[in-house]
């Protein structure tokens, strides 16, 4: 006895001296169930059921001895008594049924949809071949044998779902097949309640819903929608006559409400309609959620012809939805409610409505059909798994996620299936306690440790769909997608041309042919590829070249369509397709480094802000180090180059930047580049020379724009490169050693290749281009006091030791800053000095044709005008204001205001006007590619610099008339403080 309750408790009986009892009342041979029982969902419910049915049976031995040597029929009869309470009782009231399990095709042969509702009519006594079926029974007997032969039909289906391993989507299909038959066999007996008057009218069954999809649920309510012919109030009364006898409770159950709450108005509308009300309605009053309800709309019962018309006539409306405005934030808003509807104690154990639950799935499946179903008939199944293997298909989706969503919502589905298989009630919550959870979890194939198994099994499941859901159902690209016309996704329309050119694209043709080029043939790429364009060329037209841009992206998407995550980042992920959209059909700057580099889309996902100076030099310290040579280690820090400067020049086509920020930016990144390659280039040098350690100290010394952290896109890099040697160096050597490291960095860094070169420019050395290159810094300093002008000095003003040895940066700074800073300001001469180079630059470097009110740099009011004034307050006060003492032109205008020594409108005019030049300035080395210091005056060059500034589409000549007004304004104040 012992070994035998070992081996219940093993097979998972929970009580066993009822179990014992049960095995000793079936008879001799019992046992040899139980390997049989330990397989069932509830094996203790299991033998109970089994227990009752031989109860009520005249001759049990027929059903023992068929469970004891017929292994399919153990398996269906007890797999279904052990997790089905409702059936178990079905069969204790009806035992002869139990035969229908002994079929030895009932796992391998699914019941035709023809010969079940055949079956249903035949139960209320209605002849299936007739046009228009009516029941010939008793009323009350009709009701009850529909319920009986609807619980056969249910017994056999879920046999074969328990044990056969019926996949989820084919027990929903044959679940909705048997409601389908049911609502005709329902009407059958309608019919026969109102009589003659039944016939003259014309009811078509609408299913909507689950019953439409084909994914119906074991116990559901079942969704409709009437519509009829004929007299509204006959019509009427059929269709409430059809919910009565569902719904009706007798002697053998019910079956499940009918809810028509989906017909136009709900509750308050009629519970019928003709076809041409229903079309009033759709036309002129549905919102939006109800079209998404229409999705799955199917004639299922009564008069389906007619059926079939409301169906083609709401088709083309259920289609067109997505050009409602704010379709797709309305859909959203509505997934959004449902959440907040979820009884607080269900939140946590809710399967449909709650998060990362069948529901999140449902949407947003249905709301990409729906916003790309327009342009793409494939992917329009009203089945949930199958929409959802045709848009994965499609390219809709990724594999990887439409293969995670399928495998969550079969799961998902499945567990459902077997909470409302238990008692046939209807429910999505799960249950919390240890038993049930025991019993779905081994439903499911869980047998050990099946509680455990089944939550960290759900878990999983709803983390990911919670996941992907957000991923898809808030995807951007969805709503760009929804504001278009349905027409307008249809790239293949013979109309395309026209629509290119009145979305403003110059050589529609060429378009043409781009498009063409990107979504021929067959291929997943070429399906996402459509799936993108219709947004893509949307946000190409908001732009100023959007021919470049679409032939840009045609260039970017041939080098890097094979790559798995290029089209799937464009389509999932965030703002990336349109600020790729942006940036080539506004930058050919950032479409040249795209090209050199296309793996940089993936930086368009992230946060564009500029990277800190000291994440940045390590990490091209360590990119150089990793390289093998110092050809290839500058080759890979150029890169690292490459990537920040697209960072900062996506950033300011975007708007995100200021232009403060994007001189401190590029400066940064010439920072580091100086710093890795010159750590590179010293130690090569020493490999070169058999040296251990370097023989002099280095350090590059910033100028001009670069010392004042106002670098534009394309600047050279002004340096001057200053080294001291160490004790008991040969002063030759250390200086031959100094030069080869310049002479090498200049190289390096200029080479050309597929990464912007940094052309490092010392012309700013004392005696120029005569002078030598490096100097020591005893050699600076014998010069400076012997030799050094005014204008070295203002020079000097902008000099800021960035790169190399901390020390004799220090010691530099130490030596200049008394001659740029002179302790008793300017000489009057020296102001005239000033004055008279100034004059000299306005009128021989201005090149020859320059309009002087359209350069930004040199002509009136432009940059030159504003340094200048800034600096010469520099040289004469700067010794006595420390706020001046500053190689950057706004806090130095800003500290002279402070002190007083110009007027607080005045300095506010200059640095709105130097602001103003410069951002123009850099959006045009943006918009053309290459640096350039006159006012554009090319229409598209222009277009694109207004567009970069802020400026709306057709704004050019306001961006024109705002910079003129403010380089006025800002001569006025140069005349004043500078010239006096």
């Known amino acids: 006895m012992g070994g035998q309750r070992t081996e219940l408790i093993r097979l998972g009986f929970a009580d066993l001296e009822r179990a014992l009892s049960a095995l000793e009342e079936l008879g001799p041979g019992s046992d040899e169930l139980l390997a049989y029982l330990g397989r069932t969902a509830d094996p203790d419910a299991a033998l109970h059921g089994l227990c009752r049915i031989a109860e009520a049976l005249e001759d049990p031995g027929e059903l023992i001895t068929a469970v004891r040597t017929d292994e399919g029929t153990a398996m269906r009869l007890l797999g279904v008594l052990g997790a089905s309470s409702a059936l178990a009782d079905h069969l204790a009231h009806h035992p002869e049924q139990w035969r229908e399990l002994t079929d030895p095709a009932l796992g391998s042969t699914r019941p035709a949809a023809w010969a079940v509702r055949a079956g249903l009519l035949a139960a209320v006594g209605a002849d299936p071949l007739a046009d228009v079926p009516v029941a010939t029974r008793p009323d009350r007997e009709a009701v009850d044998s529909l319920r009986v032969e609807y619980r056969r039909v249910l017994l056999r289906l879920a046999a074969r779902d328990l044990t056969h391993h019926l996949g989820v989507d084919d027990a929903a299909a044959e679940l909705s097949d048997l409601a389908a038959g049911t609502l005709d066999a329902a009407l059958a007996v309608a019919r026969q309640r109102l009589g003659e008057d039944a016939l003259t009218v014309r009811l078509g069954v609408i299913a909507m819903g689950k019953c439409g999809g084909h994914e119906l649920n074991y116990v559901s309510d079942v969704d409709v929608v009437f519509v009829h012919e004929g007299e509204e109030r006959i019509a ?61 709309a199917r004639p299922v019962a009564g008069d389906l012809a007619l059926g079939a018309e409301f169906v083609a006539m709401v088709d083309p409306m259920v289609w067109s939805a997505a050009d409602r405005d704010g379709f797709v934030d309305a859909a959203r808003a509505m997934r959004q409610r449902v959440l907040e509807h979820i009884p607080a104690k269900e939140a946590d154990r809710q399967l449909k409505l709650g998060a990362g639950g069948l529901r999140d799935v449902e949407f947003a499946v249905q709301l990409l059909q729906l916003v790309h179903g327009r342009g793409d008939e494939s992917i329009r199944p009203s089945t949930t798994l199958s929409a959802l293997a045709r848009l994965t298909d499609g390219g809709y989706i990724g594999r990887h996620d439409g293969d995670a969503l399928h495998r969550a919502y079969a799961f998902l589905r499945q567990l459902e299936h077997r909470i409302q298989l238990h008692r046939l009630q209807r429910t999505h919550v799960v249950p919390s306690d240890e038993a049930s959870l025991r019993r779905l979890g081994r439903s499911l194939g869980y047998l050990k440790e099946p509680e455990k198994r089944l939550e960290e099994t759900w878990e999983d499941h709803r983390r990911e769909v919670s996941r992907l859901h957000q ?79 679409l032939f840009g992206f045609r260039r970017l998407s041939e080098t ?133 350690e370097p023989p002099t100290r280095i350090a590059l010394i910033a100028m001009g724009r670069y010392g004042g952290f106002e670098l534009s896109y394309g600047s050279d890099a002004d340096v001057l490169f200053v080294h001291d040697p160490a004790d008991d160096v040969d002063a030759h050597e250390a200086a031959t050693f100094a030069r080869l490291v310049a002479e090498e960095l200049r190289r390096v860094l200029s080479v050309p290749g597929p990464d912007p070169a940094l052309m490092v420019d010392a012309d700013l050395r ?108 520099q040289l004469r006060f700067g010794h006595d204001v420390p706020g001046l003492r500053t190689p950057q032109t706004l806090p130095a205008l800003a500290a002279a205001a402070e002190a007083g020594l110009v007027g607080a409108d005045d300095a506010q005019t200059l640095a709105a006007a130097w602001r103003m030049a410069s951002r123009v300035r850099n959006a045009l ?25 802020g400026y709306e589409l057709g704004e050019s000549d306001k961006l024109l008339d705002d910079y003129l007004r403010t380089a006025r304004h800002a001569r006025t104040v140069v005349d004043r403080v500078f010239w006096e």
């Open 560 to 692: 890097l369509g094979r790559s798995p995550w290029y089209l799937a980042t464009l389509r999932d992920e965030g703002e990336v397709a349109e600020r790729l959209a942006h940036l080539l059909a506004t930058s050919r700057y950032c479409t040249a480094l795209l090209e050199s580099e296309p793996a940089g889309v993936r930086l368009l996902g992230g946060d564009l802000r500029p990277v800190g100076r000291a994440v940045l030099a390590e990490e091209m310290l360590a990119t150089g180090r990793r390289q093998d040579g110092l050809e290839k280690g500058v080759r890979a820090l150029r890169g690292v180059r490459r990537r920040e400067l697209l960072r900062v020049a996506a950033g300011d086509v975007l708007g995100l930047l200021e232009v403060e920020e994007v001189g401190q930016a590029l400066s940064r990144i010439t920072d580091a580049t100086l710093e890795a390659t010159l750590a590179g280039v010293v130690e090569a040098t020493c490999r070169q020379r058999s040296l251990d």
């Open 471 to 549: 991923k898809i159902f808030y995807r951007p690209l969805l709503s760009a997608v929804a504001r278009m016309g349905g027409d307008e996704v249809r790239l293949s329309s013979e109309a395309a041309g026209t629509r290119l050119a009145a979305l403003g694209y110059d050589d529609p043709e060429a378009a043409l042919r781009n498009l063409e080029a990107l979504t021929a043939g067959v291929s997943r790429t070429a399906a996402i590829q459509r799936t993108l364009l219709p947004a893509m060329l949307q946000w190409f037209a908001e732009c100023p070249d959007p021919d470049g841009g």
């Open 236 to 296: 009427a009364r059929l269709a409430a006559q059809l919910m009565q006898v569902c719904s009706d409770h007798t002697a053998e159950g019910t079956i499940w409400p009918v809810d028509a709450n989906l017909r136009p108005e709900g509750k308050a509308g009629p519970l019928s309609r003709t076809l041409a009300s229903h079309q009033s309605y759709y036309e002129r009053w549905a919102e939006a959620w109800e079209f998404q309800a229409l999705l799955k």
């Open 925 to 949: 080395a943006l918009a053309r590619g290459r640096a350039g210091d006159e006012f554009p005056r090319a229409t598209l060059e222009r277009r694109a610099v207004a567009r970069i500034l």
């Open 766 to 873: 004392p005696e120029g281009r005569q002078g030598p290159l490096v100097r020591t810094l005893d050699s600076y300093a014998a010069y400076y006091a012997k030799w050094s002008h005014v204008w070295e000095a203002q020079a000097l003003l902008r000099a800021d030791a960035v790169v190399g040895d901390e020390d004799l940066r220090r010691r530099f700074t130490e030596l200049i800053d008394p001659l740029r800073y002179p302790a008793q300001g300017l000489t009057a001469d020296d102001v005239i000095e000033v004055r008279r180079i100034k004059g000299r630059v306005d009128k021989e470097r201005l090149p020859r044709g320059a309009d002087p009110t359209l350069h930004l740099k040199l002509g009136r009011g432009g940059l030159a005008d504003i340094e200048w004034t800034v600096q010469l307050l």
